[in-house]
């Protein structure tokens, strides 16, 4: 059983800045990966950023260079730092975590319950 806690979404204006934070609980083993999707309204669900387990992540080419992504392992927790927020930003932002419960499970997908972002016109 793993829980992902969001925090940090609301209402902003353009050119504003909010960082997302993502806590991870309950029986974890490992995390394999932990990540952001977003789904604007009318959109489809699309990939925002992901950090792996080794430290190296992927941030989609449209925003990069003013989103970036980090974790704190002790804390089990990412974050998505987001510059220069414009309208179209605006969605539902989904933390998203592939972890293992134990050492003899393979990875699992747990998805947050999502915040929203308002980046006002």
């Known amino acids: 059983q793993v829980q992902l806690v969001e925090s940090g979404g609301g209402l902003v204006q353009p050119g504003g800045s909010l960082r997302l934070s993502c806590a991870a609980s309950?029986?974890?083993?490992?995390?394999?990966?932990m990540g952001w999707y977003r789904q604007g309204p009318g959109k489809q669900r699309e990939s925002v950023a992901t950090?792996?387990?080794?430290?190296?992540?992927n941030v989609a080419d449209s925003l990069k260079g003013r989103f970036t992504i980090s974790r704190d392992n002790a804390k089990n927790t990412v974050y998505l730092q987001m510059n220069s927020l414009r309208p179209e930003d605006t969605a539902v932002y989904y933390c998203?975590?592939?972890?293992?419960?134990?050492?003899?499970?393979?990875?699992?997908?747990?998805w947050g319950q999502g915040t929203q972002v308002t980046v006002s016109s």
């Open positions: 950090i792996r387990l080794g430290g190296s992540t």
């Open positions: 998203h975590a592939n972890a293992r419960t134990h050492a003899l499970d393979y990875g699992r997908d747990y």
């Open positions: 309950g029986s974890i083993f490992s995390i394999n990966a």
